[in-house]
Nanobody, 121 residues
Framework: VQLVESGGGLVQAGGSLRLSCVAT????????VGWFRQAPGKEREAVSC????????YYLNSAKGRFTISSDSAKNTVYLQMNSLEPEETAKYYC???????????????WGQGTQVTVSS
Protein backbone atom coordinates (compact mmCIF):
# COMPACT_ATOMS: atom_id res chain seq x y z
CA VAL A 1 0.00 0.00 0.00
CA GLN A 2 1.32 3.41 -0.96
CA LEU A 3 -0.24 6.85 -0.73
CA VAL A 4 1.34 9.82 -2.50
CA GLU A 5 0.11 13.37 -1.96
CA SER A 6 0.66 16.32 -4.25
CA GLY A 7 -0.78 19.74 -4.98
CA GLY A 8 0.51 21.71 -2.04
CA GLY A 9 2.23 25.04 -2.42
CA LEU A 10 2.22 28.69 -1.51
CA VAL A 11 -1.02 30.60 -1.88
CA GLN A 12 -2.31 33.95 -0.69
CA ALA A 13 -5.10 34.18 1.86
CA GLY A 14 -8.41 33.66 0.12
CA GLY A 15 -6.84 31.50 -2.56
CA SER A 16 -7.45 27.87 -3.50
CA LEU A 17 -5.50 24.66 -3.84
CA ARG A 18 -6.46 21.15 -4.85
CA LEU A 19 -4.59 18.35 -3.15
CA SER A 20 -4.38 14.87 -4.67
CA CYS A 21 -3.76 11.53 -3.00
CA VAL A 22 -2.87 8.73 -5.39
CA ALA A 23 -3.12 5.24 -3.99
CA THR A 24 -1.56 1.99 -5.07
CA UNK A 25 -2.05 -1.46 -3.63
CA UNK A 26 -5.72 -1.20 -2.76
CA UNK A 27 -9.04 -0.04 -4.12
CA UNK A 28 -10.83 2.98 -2.70
CA UNK A 29 -14.10 1.17 -3.20
CA UNK A 30 -13.52 -0.88 -0.04
CA UNK A 31 -11.71 1.60 2.19
CA UNK A 32 -11.86 5.12 3.59
CA VAL A 33 -9.36 7.87 2.91
CA GLY A 34 -8.98 10.88 5.13
CA TRP A 35 -7.10 14.15 4.89
CA PHE A 36 -5.26 15.35 7.97
CA ARG A 37 -3.04 18.34 8.62
CA GLN A 38 -0.36 19.21 11.10
CA ALA A 39 1.03 22.65 11.76
CA PRO A 40 4.35 23.14 13.58
CA GLY A 41 3.90 22.65 17.31
CA LYS A 42 0.33 21.41 16.95
CA GLU A 43 -1.32 18.04 16.94
CA ARG A 44 -2.36 16.41 13.71
CA GLU A 45 -6.07 16.99 13.06
CA ALA A 46 -8.58 15.38 10.75
CA VAL A 47 -9.82 17.67 8.00
CA SER A 48 -12.07 15.46 5.90
CA CYS A 49 -12.78 11.84 5.06
CA UNK A 50 -14.51 9.93 2.30
CA UNK A 51 -15.60 6.33 2.26
CA UNK A 52 -15.72 4.15 -0.82
CA UNK A 53 -19.17 2.97 0.23
CA UNK A 54 -20.66 6.20 1.57
CA UNK A 55 -18.84 9.06 -0.11
CA UNK A 56 -17.90 12.13 1.95
CA UNK A 57 -18.41 11.37 5.63
CA TYR A 58 -16.62 14.05 7.61
CA TYR A 59 -15.49 17.68 7.43
CA LEU A 60 -13.75 19.67 10.12
CA ASN A 61 -16.22 22.35 11.22
CA SER A 62 -14.01 25.19 10.06
CA ALA A 63 -13.65 23.52 6.64
CA LYS A 64 -17.34 23.06 5.95
CA GLY A 65 -18.49 25.08 2.99
CA ARG A 66 -14.93 25.76 1.83
CA PHE A 67 -13.33 22.34 1.38
CA THR A 68 -14.64 19.51 -0.78
CA ILE A 69 -13.40 15.94 -0.74
CA SER A 70 -13.94 13.77 -3.80
CA SER A 71 -12.60 10.63 -5.39
CA ASP A 72 -11.98 9.17 -8.82
CA SER A 73 -12.04 5.41 -8.57
CA ALA A 74 -10.71 4.96 -12.11
CA LYS A 75 -7.59 6.88 -11.10
CA ASN A 76 -7.60 5.59 -7.51
CA THR A 77 -7.20 9.18 -6.42
CA VAL A 78 -8.80 11.23 -3.68
CA TYR A 79 -8.86 15.01 -3.94
CA LEU A 80 -9.27 17.80 -1.45
CA GLN A 81 -10.38 21.08 -3.00
CA MET A 82 -9.64 23.90 -0.59
CA ASN A 83 -11.10 27.35 -1.18
CA SER A 84 -10.87 30.59 0.79
CA LEU A 85 -7.73 29.42 2.53
CA GLU A 86 -6.63 31.20 5.69
CA PRO A 87 -3.08 31.73 7.02
CA GLU A 88 -3.83 29.60 10.08
CA GLU A 89 -4.40 26.67 7.74
CA THR A 90 -0.71 26.58 6.90
CA ALA A 91 0.33 23.01 7.64
CA LYS A 92 1.56 19.80 6.15
CA TYR A 93 -1.39 17.91 4.74
CA TYR A 94 -1.47 14.13 4.76
CA CYS A 95 -3.81 11.52 3.39
CA UNK A 96 -4.42 8.34 5.34
CA UNK A 97 -6.07 5.01 4.73
CA UNK A 98 -8.40 3.17 7.05
CA UNK A 99 -11.15 0.61 6.85
CA UNK A 100 -13.72 3.23 7.87
CA UNK A 101 -13.62 6.99 8.31
CA UNK A 102 -12.25 8.00 11.68
CA UNK A 103 -10.71 11.17 13.02
CA UNK A 104 -8.05 9.65 15.24
CA UNK A 105 -4.53 9.83 13.90
CA UNK A 106 -3.51 6.66 15.73
CA UNK A 107 -6.36 4.76 14.10
CA UNK A 108 -5.12 5.16 10.54
CA UNK A 109 -3.50 2.15 8.90
CA UNK A 110 -1.34 3.89 6.30
CA TRP A 111 -0.06 7.40 5.71
CA GLY A 112 1.34 9.32 2.79
CA GLN A 113 4.44 11.48 3.12
CA GLY A 114 2.48 14.73 3.14
CA THR A 115 2.41 17.89 1.07
CA GLN A 116 3.10 21.36 2.43
CA VAL A 117 0.45 24.06 2.21
CA THR A 118 1.51 27.59 3.05
CA VAL A 119 -1.05 30.39 3.13
CA SER A 120 0.38 33.90 3.22
CA SER A 121 -1.49 36.85 4.69
Amino acid sequence: VQLVESGGGLVQAGGSLRLSCVATGFSFDYYAVGWFRQAPGKEREAVSCTSGRSGPVYYLNSAKGRFTISSDSAKNTVYLQMNSLEPEETAKYYCALNRVCSTGSSEQAHWGQGTQVTVSS
